[in-house]
């Protein structure tokens, strides 16, 4: 995950590695606006091989980092 918000946001490895599972996400990082959102589900979904569905965006999925693994990891059991 810490890599596809890498990539995707062109974030510095080790800020990335100091995020919890607390870190928040969309409106506390500045490079993760909603433009940015697409890119990153884009990215999730073709790293992962997982399907996001439109209805399944929402701001408690990118509230903060932990929410966004709990999300994915979800996707990826389901």
Do not use: C, N
Request: proline share 3%; hydrophobic share 55%; glycine share 8%.
């Amino acid at each position: 995950m810490r890599a596809v918000l890498v990539d995707v946001l062109a974030l510095d490895p080790a800020r990335a590695a100091a995020f919890t599972a607390d870190t928040g996400l969309f409106g506390s990082l500045p490079e993760l606006d909603s433009m940015a959102v697409a890119g990153l589900l884009t990215e999730l979904e073709d790293r992962l091989h997982i399907i996001i569905d439109d209805d399944e965006v929402d701001g408690e999925m990118l509230e903060s980092f932990g929410a966004l693994v709990a999300f994915v990891q979800g996707k990826m059991a389901g």
